[in-house]
Nanobody, 127 residues
Framework: QVQLVESGGGLVQAGDSLRLSCAAS????????MGWFRQAPGKEREFVSA????????DYVDSVKGRFTISRDNAKNTVYLQMNSLKSEDTAVYYC????????????????????WGQGTQVTVSS
């Protein structure tokens, strides 16, 4: 089992920045890819970003490219999502996800590819 705990959400104004963190604990000995997803009210959960175990490969949904940056610190079992130039349409609950026993280069963009999920952290951007 892997436990994921997100933090860093909050209420900000359009144009501001936030950094989300996701700390993993439990059986973290195997390689695992990490991802961020989000769900806005009345909408389906959507992929935001992913990073490989090595940190060398990343993926982003087009709407956040150039504004969000994903990174990870394997020594701390933590993944980060730096969000800059936030827009009102970024308002959502953000979820961290882990996919275990993956190659070091692997990233995933589908929620079904992930094995563990955090509880989510709310990000609200006022315009």
């Amino acid at each position: 089992q892997v436990q994921l705990v997100e933090s860093g959400g909050g209420l900000v104004q359009a144009g501001d920045s936030l950094r989300l963190s996701c700390a993993a604990s439990g059986r973290t000995s195997s390689n695992f890819g990490m991802g961020w997803f989000r769900q806005a009210p009345g909408k389906e959960r959507e992929f935001v970003s992913a990073v490989s175990w090595s940190g060398g490969n990343t993926d982003y949904v087009d709407s956040v490219k150039g504004r969000f940056t994903i990174s990870r610190d394997n020594a701390k079992n933590t993944v980060y999502l730096q969000m800059n130039s936030l827009k009102s349409e970024d308002t959502a609950v953000y979820y961290c996800a882990a996919a275990t026993r993956r190659p070091a280069w692997w990233t995933g963009t589908w929620s079904s590819q992930y094995d563990y999920w955090g509880q989510g952290t709310q990000v609200t951007v006022s315009s």
